[in-house]
Nanobody, 117 residues
């Protein structure tokens, strides 16, 4: 399975953006798909995860209430709706998939999100 992320861009503080991650093949129901970001000079940070089968979601406190992850099983796609964006959300966002939360073995190429103040 390969992942293709898209939807990044330049936005202003307070704006919204929706990222998409399309998979070339099916995921197992037990798998997790997540969005991980890496800002300039920062470590990688998991910002959202969804269990492919059950749909359970996870968010860290830094994005809880602002980011929403969802999936479309028919389109083999995962989305990240980002609202109330802040400059500190500026990062390259990667979608990734694997057998558990944060335990990713397949990575997409990343899409750049820049939030201007």
């Amino acid at each position: 399975v390969q992942l293709q992320a898209s939807g990044g861009g330049l936005v202003q503080t307070g704006d919204s953006l929706r990222l998409s991650c399309a998979a070339s093949g099916p995921f197992l129901s037990s798998w997790s798909v997540g969005w991980v970001r890496q800002g300039p000079g920062k470590e990688r940070e998991l910002v959202a995860n969804i269990r492919w089968g059950a749909g359970n979601t996870y968010y860290p406190d830094s994005v809880k209430g602002r980011f929403t992850i969802s999936r479309d099983k028919g389109k083999k796609s995962v989305f990240l709706q980002m609202d109330s964006l802040k400059p500190e959300d500026t990062a390259v966002y990667y979608c990734a998939a694997g057998t558990g939360l944060g335990d990713y073995i397949i990575w997409g190429q990343g899409t750049l999100v820049t939030v201007s103040s």
